[in-house]
């Protein structure tokens, strides 16, 4: 996949004034009147004015259950929702939108894949004798399904450890991935270390032994063009959320083949062909993949984001955001006392960056800056192997988007300095 590693020109950033009226949160005063700093992106994004007028939309004019109706109303729900997974597919360049389902965040992604695999009939099946290959750098929604599926079945699971700069050791990535094993599963960006992973070469020895891929890429969808031809995985997943949409929608792109041979993943209503009381058959994907009422509201409102984000272009939001990376790595440099915690450069790094502050907490060094009305995340940021490899109790980390500015980072900055003082 291609990243961006050059500095931006000015010709490619975004106007951020202009962006930033898109959102209404970012008009909000805190705390006796100060500017909202939002730097908690990677946790969830703001939403843009459009997506809001989507959801009121669908709610006020087209509410209805998608699919069996034959009213107007059912009618218009059924073409947004469906409309929803055609603009999803061209954003990824999937070759079918039927290779799109809609789950309701990534972990249900990342589960439905394990489970999946773990019931499936060879050459799919992960049992005895196989493993599953993951990497230290995962947030715990792919670790922990796929050590709940390796309890379950006896499959082992392996994974690639981090250097000390925050990037992958492959140098051992023969004898980590193996004939044995069956799935590789991997974050595109680390949520915790900003670090873009080489996904070319982790693709290439999976498929050497006959192992599919699954990508993690909640990090990297809001923040770069994400093409799903040129990652070459089996797999891919991400959530709306994170991505200026509503929460409770999120997204899995399969390849058609393995989706029409796995099994289903729930069952009941709408994934059903036929059913009787001795048996029953399964529709075509998507909707294999869909049991019951699906999240209808929140897959307009995620249509509308891809809509805005489009509109923007992807291209020029990953230029902005390496501009402002670059800058903040500078800037936090400046530090007394601070230590980045993953790549010490914005090479191949995307927009969130840990660190930690002297011997200063980092919930006290969070709760400080949230009264100067800096919004960041501490803590283990659901990838507490990592923290334990930096042997750091926890991280601040500061996260970037499109709405995100280099007077942002000052502010930041300069709460960090009012944090040293303020704990001597």
């Not at 950033?13 to 949160?25: E, N, Q, S, T």
């Not at 509410?63 to 034959?70: K, L, S, T």
Request: with cysteine; net charge negative.
């Amino acid at each position: 996949m291609t990243t961006r590693t050059a500095p931006a020109t000015a010709a490619e950033l975004l106007d951020i004034d202009a962006v930033r009226k898109d959102f209404p949160i970012l008009e909000r005063a805190v705390h006796d009147g100060r500017r909202l700093v939002y730097l908690d992106s990677a946790a969830t994004s703001q939403k843009p004015r459009a997506v809001l007028d989507a959801l009121t939309g669908y709610y006020e004019q087209h509410n209805a259950n998608v699919h069996r109706g034959i009213h107007v109303l059912a009618e218009e729900a059924t073409e947004l929702y469906e409309g929803a997974r055609d603009k999803v597919a061209a954003f990824i360049n999937a070759p079918s939108r039927d290779e799109v389902i809609f789950t309701k965040n990534s972990s249900e992604s990342l589960n439905l894949v394990a489970n999946l695999l773990g019931w499936a009939d060879e050459p799919y099946r992960v049992g005895p004798g196989t493993d599953v290959v993951i990497t230290e750098m995962e947030h715990h929604s792919n670790i922990v399904p796929w050590q709940l599926l390796g309890q379950r079945t006896g499959a082992g699971v392996k994974w690639f450890s981090l250097t000390d700069d925050g990037r992958l050791d492959l140098s051992n990535i023969e004898q980590v991935i193996t004939e044995r094993t069956k799935v590789v599963s991997f974050v595109l960006v680390s949520n915790i270390l900003g670090t873009i992973n080489p996904v070319e070469q982790i693709v290439r020895r999976a498929h050497e032994v006959g192992a599919l891929v699954v990508i993690d890429a909640s990090q990297a969808a809001p923040h770069m063009p994400l093409d799903v031809q040129e990652l070459g995985a089996d797999f891919v997943a991400f959530t709306g959320h994170k991505m200026c949409g509503p929460t409770g929608i999120g997204v899995l792109w399969g390849r058609q083949e393995l989706l029409q041979d796995l099994p289903p993943f729930l069952g009941g209503g709408e994934m059903i062909e036929t059913v009787s009381m001795s048996s029953s058959t399964y529709a075509p994907v998507p909707h294999k993949y869909e049991a019951g009422t699906p999240p209808i509201a929140e897959a307009v409102g995620l249509g509308a984001a891809v809509d805005y984000l489009t509109g923007i272009g992807m291209e020029k939001i990953a230029a902005h955001e390496h501009a402002i990376v670059e800058y903040a790595v500078a800037r936090l440099k400046e530090v007394e006392g601070l230590r980045i915690i993953g790549p010490a450069n914005a090479v191949d790094r995307a927009a969130a960056i840990s660190f930690t502050l002297g011997d200063i907490h980092p919930h006290d060094v969070g709760q400080v800056l949230d009264e100067q009305g800096i919004a960041v995340r501490v803590g283990h940021h659901c990838a507490r192997p990592v923290c334990l490899r930096y042997e750091v109790p926890a991280t601040t980390r500061a996260s970037f988007y499109l709405y995100s500015g280099k007077d942002d980072v000052d502010a930041l900055v300069e709460g960090l300095e009012y944090v040293r003082r303020f704990f001597g």
